[in-house]
């Protein structure tokens, strides 16, 4: 048996349509991390940009599990002293829900260069309409039962 690495002429890239209406918020970032770097394909390789463009619609109607929309807090720095900015899950999720779905996703891919390649093909929108429909993409559910 010899380990076969794939090469760009050796797959394609697809797009798919995720409708987030209702889908838990980790569940959903956990699949599309998976399809953005092509786990779900045979020529899965961990060095090369092997997943497909995923565009999820709806992102406004997500939901999460908990307490966490007042319990989870997200913090950036301004990079000024004393400038630590909190904001609520709730507050951000009014404000920016492309941003909560993004920042979900990217916590799930490798940070390097790589995983900056593959957070690049995710496209959130807030409505259920987006501007892709020119490269056709497939619908593809999330599943909602516990993998093993």
Do not use: C
């Not at 690495?5 to 697809?14: G, I, M, V």
């Not at 406004?60 to 966490?68: N, Y």
């Not at 990079?79 to 920016?96: A, C, Q, S, V």
């Not at 690049?120 to 020119?134: C, I, N, Q, S």
Request: net charge positive; charged share 30%.
């Amino acid at each position: 048996m010899k380990t076969v690495f794939a090469k760009k002429s050796d797959f394609q890239q697809k797009w798919y349509v995720i409708d987030a209406n209702g889908e838990v918020l980790g569940r959903m970032a956990s699949q599309i991390a998976s399809y953005l770097r092509g786990k779900h394909k045979p020529v899965f390789t961990p060095n090369i940009d092997t997943g497909d463009f995923i565009v999820v619609v709806n992102a406004e109607k997500v939901k999460v599990t908990g307490k966490k929309l007042t319990d989870k807090v997200y913090q950036h720095h301004t990079g000024y002293i004393g400038n630590l900015k909190e904001k609520t899950l709730k507050d951000r999720m009014n404000d920016e829900p492309e941003k909560v779905i993004t920042d979900a996703v990217w916590g799930m891919l490798p940070k390097n260069r790589l995983g900056r390649a593959m957070i690049k093909k995710l496209k959130v929108y807030r409505g259920a309409k987006h501007d892709h429909a020119a490269q056709k993409p497939e619908t593809i559910e999330i599943t909602k039962s516990r993998s093993n």
